[in-house]
């Protein structure tokens, strides 16, 4: 076996490029070469500039993180092990990629097309596809190679085949198209069941467990006045993990006071007034970060390549808030999420309306607010209702009395 020899930067973008190939979204790009910077650091401490097998394996071994990211990093040095050994790619449960059939590509290709040009994002498209090649795959197994031929019998026991009923939709949306373009000639559609996903009651924090976590902030370093501004924002303003990583300069006006930005989850425009301590710790870190003015980009790593925050980094600093402020997460989330969902949830208990929660939050849909009221308890407690006072059999029962039923 021939092993490949490269610098390490070249095997690196040897590395990602493959992973491009097979459609990796930009977050796990951005995760893969932080990884590869520190085995660049660590090949660097060794002397070296080339990456061997032995190397990978000692630095696994020396690292002391968590399981995940342990996983996480070996994941990362399997895939440098296989370049260098010029295997193919393979997943990460060492599953072969799953091709369509052959006869069924092309309506498949111009179904995902059809759904770029509806505006589907492309991690939409690829989880998409993944179910319609699953579906396609056993309806072409059971025989039929012509979707013009196939029955309810064939569909229903294709859905069966997925334990994710949230697989559904997106075969309910492909049989649909086959209906709308004349493939079909009987919306079957209509036979596949509407499963609806149980929405979670929100992770939330009191307003004291938050003030706490911002508080422990140490803004003594340029490091601890950005993650200051972090904090701030996600508490205070409730933006996403994603939205606060894009965030530029240029989308804030100290002037009038406002943040106006593009959700990257939704596409759509959002406008929020800033705190007063927002707009401050905001304007105590650009004074400390010369990168902003390079590339337009408020926050960025302390490390090289210096390069825009990403939101990993702004999960660690946010989880990290929790255990310096010492709140006691008790299992539950504690990741940027959960700053929103607190900030939603202690504005409904103080008594804010859902639509303004709603245009706070820049949700689209008026319905998604309304589970922050699970966790209302005390406009809940309001609703209870005194239990009638028991009586006979339940009273004896509830004193401790012997009860004997008779049938």
């Known amino acids: 076996m021939k092993v490949k020899k490269l ?17 990796y979204m930009n977050s796990t790009l951005t995760v893969y070469r932080r990884t590869y910077n520190r085995v660049h650091t660590f090949l660097i401490q060794h002397d070296t500039e080339v990456y061997t097998h032995e190397l990978g394996k000692e630095f696994i071994s020396c690292q002391n993180v968590c399981e995940s990211t342990l996983v996480a990093y070996s994941c990362a040095i399997r895939r440098l092990d296989d370049y260098i050994e010029g295997k193919p790619y393979r997943s990460h449960h060492d599953n072969e990629k799953i091709e369509s059939p052959a ?14 040009e509806k505006g589907n994002k492309a991690a939409t498209i690829l989880a998409k596809e993944q179910v319609c090649v699953s579906f396609l795959t056993y309806v072409y197994e059971e025989g039929c190679s012509d979707l013009s031929q196939m029955d309810t019998s064939t569909i229903t026991r294709g859905l069966l085949t997925f334990s994710n009923k949230d697989s559904y939709a997106s075969i309910r949306q492909f049989l649909k198209y086959l209906y709308n373009i004349g493939i079909v000639e009987t919306d079957f559609s209509g036979i596949v069941p509407r499963y609806r996903r149980r929405i979670p ?57 406002y943040i106006s930005i593009i959700q990257e989850k939704t596409g759509e425009p959002l406008s929020l007034q800033m705190p007063s301590e927002v707009s401050e710790a905001i304007t105590m870190h650009l004074e400390n970060d010369k990168y902003t003015q390079i590339d337009g980009y408020v926050f960025h790593s302390m490390t090289a390549p210096y390069g825009p925050i990403t939101t990993s980094i702004i999960r660690h ?84 009395k012997e009860v004997i039923c008779c049938v």
């Open 7 to 23: 610098s390490f930067h070249e095997l690196m973008e040897a590395v990602l490029d493959q992973l491009k190939s097979q459609k």
């Open 103 to 116: 006869v069924f590509s092309n309506i498949l290709s111009e179904y995902l097309h059809h759904c770029e």
């Open 201 to 257: 009651v929100p992770t939330t924090y009191t307003p004291e467990e938050i003030s706490s976590i911002e508080k422990s902030i140490n803004i003594d370093s340029n490091t601890g006045r950005r993650n200051l501004a972090i904090t701030l924002i996600a508490s205070r303003m409730g933006l996403r993990a994603g939205d606060i990583a894009k965030l530029k300069l240029s989308e804030i006006s100290f002037d009038t006071g």
């Open 317 to 400: 600093i946010l989880n990290k808030g929790f255990e310096t402020a010492g709140v006691n997460t008790g299992g539950k989330r504690h990741g940027p999420h959960s700053f929103r969902s607190s900030l939603a949830s202690s504005m409904v208990n103080d008594g804010v309306s859902y639509e303004v929660v709603r245009r706070i939050l820049g949700h689209s849909d008026p319905n998604v607010i309304k589970h922050y009221a699970k966790v209302d308890i005390e406009n809940l407690r309001l609703c209870s209702i005194e239990p009638p006072t028991p009586t006979g059999l339940f009273y004896d029962y509830l004193s401790g």
